[in-house]
């Protein structure tokens, strides 16, 4: 039975379309529950969960910045307990708790279900679709290089998912960069520094909306360098599975060797 | 005469495939063998911590916690939250690679470039033709058998 594209599959593990590639692949669980702690939706995001990811995602920036949370944070941190108490707004800082602990639940769950259904999947020989386009977008499987992803995504969060056409989780991190750039002034903190005026640097920053930036910063340049490794593992399944069916020929002769000549 | 090349996925590939049915090759005469690199073990659960991904797990975490002290601590120390935050996150990822290599003592899984051989049957005076195209899409090498 040739293995190359059909549609008739129970269990598929790759959904390829001209937007996206949604995908199951082995994870180690505690790793992604590491992210969603680290950014509440991220580990939802990581395993290709876009629309409960960013949601999710949405979720945190607007009741951390309501509830101050990030600021308290720092403020702890730094030993003035005080301010950090007077500085959390009781009416939203309650809500953050019982979603907070779902997010990290939720993705371990997910994580080890997704996982079996990979495993299924792959028994089967789901089959894969090595490209897609449509009226708007085009999307193929290829061979992309990992590092290039976390480069860019390094450079601005968003643009390695860019480069291996996760346009939903691209976009919307690329949009969670710049109302987070803009909302802490760094890019006045930057200046200031790079003129070694440190002072103006401090007071200019807003603790509150820079403490999402390391977070997203890794969720970016981590998942580029996952998905895209899971991505080229796809490329070469599905060009072997294509070889193996149209250039294997049984009617191919083999070369003869000089069998005399040994004797 | 039989030419033998290696290949490493890509698109290249089947160009070159392409290439060499468009001089009049026939698909009997081409032999391509994709090399399964796994053994013959299936995918595992513990395949999927042992995979290359594992190997720099800890760089990402640890890169994204320091340069979050970095930003928290650069608030009260001299160079302020922007230089502190950049040299958290080097030093994270540093200290990342240095726990998985020399403390859990994680290996790079070896990465064998060869994924393709393909073997290609065609008449002696074809055969300067069929290595140029083979050559010129990205071959790792290739061999020549002359039939006897």
């Known amino acids: 039975m040739p293995n190359t594209y059909s549609k008739k599959v129970r269990r598929p593990y790759v959904h390829m379309s001209s937007f996206n590639l949604n995908q199951f692949h082995l994870r180690n669980p505690w790793i992604v529950v590491w992210w969603s702690f680290s950014f509440p939706g991220a580990g939802h995001m990581m395993l290709c969960k876009y629309f409960t990811g960013s949601m999710l995602m949405l979720w945190e920036f607007v009741v951390n910045a309501q509830s101050n949370i990030n600021l308290a944070i720092m403020l702890s941190m730094t030993g003035q307990f005080e301010k950090a108490k007077s500085v959390l707004e009781p009416r939203w800082f309650f809500l953050y708790m019982g979603v907070y602990l779902f997010t990290a639940w939720d993705s371990y769950r997910l994580s080890i279900d997704l996982n079996k259904l990979y495993l299924v999947a792959d028994r089967e020989d789901a089959s894969i679709l090595p490209a897609s386009i449509s009226t708007l977008e085009s999307n193929y499987l290829d061979v992309r290089k990992p590092w290039t992803g976390v480069i860019w995504s390094c450079i601005t969060p968003g643009l390695g998912q860019l480069y291996f056409n996760r346009l939903p989780s691209g976009f919307y991190l690329l949009i969670c960069f710049i109302v987070s750039i803009y909302e802490s002034h760094v890019g006045n903190a930057l200046l200031a520094t790079m003129t070694g005026h440190f002072d103006y640097a401090r007071s200019v920053l807003n603790p509150e909306w820079l403490l999402f930036l390391p977070s997203i910063y890794g969720i970016a340049s981590y998942d580029a360098f996952v998905l895209i490794k899971e991505l080229n593992k796809l490329f070469k399944i599905e060009q072997s599975r294509f070889l193996s069916d149209h250039y294997q020929s049984p009617k191919f002769k083999m070369p003869k060797v000089n069998v005399d000549r040994e004797m | ?148």
Do not use: T
């Not at chain 2, 650069?74 to 540093?94: D, H, K, N, T």
């Not at chain 2, 073997?119 to 071959?139: F, G, P, R």
């Open chain 2, 1 to 148: 005469m039989h030419l033998v090349s290696v290949f490493q996925h890509s698109i290249y590939l089947e160009l070159a495939i392409i290439d060499l049915e468009q001089m009049g090759i026939a698909k009997e005469n081409i032999l391509a063998l994709p090399l399964d690199k796994n053994g013959p073990n299936p995918p595992s659960f513990q395949a999927a911590h042992e995979d290359a991904v594992s190997y720099v797990d800890l760089a990402f975490i640890l890169a994204m916690v320091f340069m979050l002290l970095g930003g928290i601590y650069g608030f009260i120390l001299a160079w302020g939250p922007i230089i502190w935050a950049l040299i958290g996150m080097v030093v994270g990822a540093l200290l990342g690679l240095f726990i998985d290599v020399f403390i859990l003592k994680k290996r790079k899984p070896k990465n064998i470039p060869a994924d393709v051989v393909m073997m290609v049957n065609c008449l002696d005076n074809q055969a300067e033709v069929v290595e140029k195209i083979l050559w010129s899409h990205q071959a790792l090498g290739v061999a020549k058998q002359p039939d006897l």
